[in-house]
């Protein structure tokens, strides 16, 4: 595993910060020299830090009077995303892992239900007993929505890479959560959008619970 920077480091500590809420939306982020007498860096690797987060939109830097911390659901950009599944679970509330775990079921189910619309049968089913690992998951998804033709699903599906990764890599480890996902992916090339809604939300709830720390699952 890549070794952080320091610079990454302190991008890092202070997005967490942020999404944790111990650093509010709208007022201004400890000033550079303090903050690098803080966390013991330099003020260099301070401002590049804040920068990182400021092209994420999670701060704004305001000539002449600091570091603005943003309400990041009004001011988040796409390079956020990223960085937000990234971070280990435990080390951001639970309402932002939920609400990753069904943004990307409402866009995986949107990908799906084309293929039921459509009746579209793909040119090579990627069978469950191939998805042994968190890639091969990743590969079933991303194939999925190449195969819609709408070009934006496999660069969301990418960006959502090593959030789907991280998420599958626990869904692996879950006998119920293997039993749902088994379900939807033997059985998603159905005509019935109602079938498909009940397997979706049967799979998410799953693995919400794996996810979320459900030890009796």
């Known amino acids: 595993m890549k070794k ?10 202070l997005t967490g910060e942020i999404l944790n809420g111990h650093l509010k939306p709208h007022t201004y982020l400890t000033p550079e020299r303090a903050l690098a007498k803080a966390l013991n860096y330099s003020r260099p690797v301070i401002h590049r830090a804040i920068m990182r ?3 994420q939109g999670l701060v704004t830097i305001i000539p002449r009077q600091g570091v603005l911390i943003n309400a990041y659901q009004d001011e988040g950009k796409l390079a956020l995303i990223e960085h937000i599944i990234d971070h280990d679970r435990k080390h951001i509330d639970n309402q932002l892992n939920q609400s990753m775990l069904w943004f990307i079921h409402d866009n995986l189910k949107s990908i799906l239900k084309r293929h039921v619309v459509s009746q579209e049968v ?4 990627i069978t469950f007993s191939k998805m042994d690992s ?7 998804i991303k194939r999925t929505a190449i195969e819609t033709q ?3 699903y496999p ?3 990418n960006e959502f ?8 890599e626990y869904l692996l480890t879950s006998q119920p959560a293997i039993d749902a996902l088994n379900q939807v992916v033997i059985e998603h090339y159905i005509n019935d959008d109602k079938a498909l809604s009940s397997k979706m939300n049967l799979l998410f709830e799953t693995i919400e619970a794996v996810w979320m720390g459900d030890t009796t699952m």
């Open 4 to 13: 952080e920077s320091a610079e990454e480091y302190v991008a890092n500590y």
């Open 150 to 152: 709408n070009v934006i």
């Open 155 to 157: 660069m969301l599906i």
């Open 134 to 140: 968190p890639e091969r998951v990743f590969e079933w």
């Open 53 to 55: 987060l400021e092209n």
């Open 161 to 168: 890479k090593i959030g789907i990764l991280n998420v599958s």
């Open 122 to 125: 793909p040119y090579e089913v």
